[in-house]
């Protein structure tokens, strides 16, 4: 499984841009990268899932490398409400069981 | 789409007693569901992996015979703590995979917060 290191915090203020970027140096060809974020006592939502280069939906964009050995997430203008935990998860689905396995995850502060 | 429920959200009970989580995806159907445990302030531990119709894998450490696991189809898992302690007091997560043979992208559940007393 893929390890993955992303900072442990990260602090910001409301309007911002948030960029927090994740290592995942020993990536498997078919893995995907796929990000979450979680508030307190809920469960972790999806944001976002991209293999190469950038995604983008109506919440974030996903930048990926071409050596895919580190992916970053951005948020565009943040909100307090953007304050959460966002954890940074590489796997693939080969009917091989569950492949994802999250790490520490980065807990953004958005302040006022 | 690709809702999971759980129920109930939160639960008390006394040391020795079961308790059991249930786990749906409302809108698709979850061959595979899994189920984590999580700290105040840490990550989220998986525990084990559930298939529709056959007996679960647990994670190493997990006790099978505490963490009762039923995937009795495919759109409902079940979490039984048998004899709860306060040690078990947790976080308890579900989540289900929706489709295959492409990313694995699972949809989680909102989790069930079990205090023992």
């Known amino acids: 499984l893929a390890k993955t290191t992303q900072p442990i915090s990260m602090d910001s203020y409301e309007g911002q841009e948030v960029n927090i970027t994740c290592s995942h140096n020993?990536?498997?060809?078919?893995?995907?990268i796929t990000w979450y974020q979680q508030f307190p006592s809920q469960g972790p939502r999806f944001i976002i899932q991209?293999?190469?280069t950038k995604v983008t939906n109506e919440v974030a964009s996903l930048f990926i490398p071409a050596d895919r050995k580190s992916s970053t997430l951005s948020l565009p203008r943040v909100s307090l409400s953007d304050t959460a935990v966002y954890y940074c998860?590489?796997?693939?689905?080969?009917?091989?069981?569950?492949?994802?396995?999250f790490g520490g995850g980065t807990r953004l502060m958005v302040k006022p | 789409g690709a809702v999971v429920s759980q129920h109930p959200s939160w639960v008390i009970c006394k040391s020795g007693t079961s308790v059991k989580i249930e786990c749906r995806s409302l809108?698709?159907?979850?061959?595979?569901m899994f189920w984590y445990r999580q700290f105040p302030k840490q990550s989220l531990m998986l525990m084990a992996t559930?298939?529709?119709?056959?007996?679960?894998?647990?994670e190493q450490g997990v006790e099978k015979d505490k963490f009762l696991i039923n995937h009795a189809s495919l759109t409902l898992s079940t979490l039984t703590v048998t004899s709860a302690h306060p040690e078990d007091s947790s976080f308890y997560i579900c989540?289900?995979?929706?489709?295959?043979?492409?990313?694995?992208?699972?949809?989680f559940g909102p989790g069930t917060r079990l205090t023992v007393l």
């Open positions: 020993n990536i498997a060809t078919n893995d995907y």
């Open positions: 809108d698709f159907q979850a061959t595979t």
């Open positions: 559930s298939n529709e119709g056959s007996k679960a894998t647990y």
């Open positions: 991209g293999y190469k």
């Open positions: 998860l590489v796997g693939t689905d080969n009917n091989a069981g569950n492949m994802l396995t």
């Open positions: 989540s289900a995979r929706a489709g295959g043979g492409g990313p694995d992208t699972q949809y």
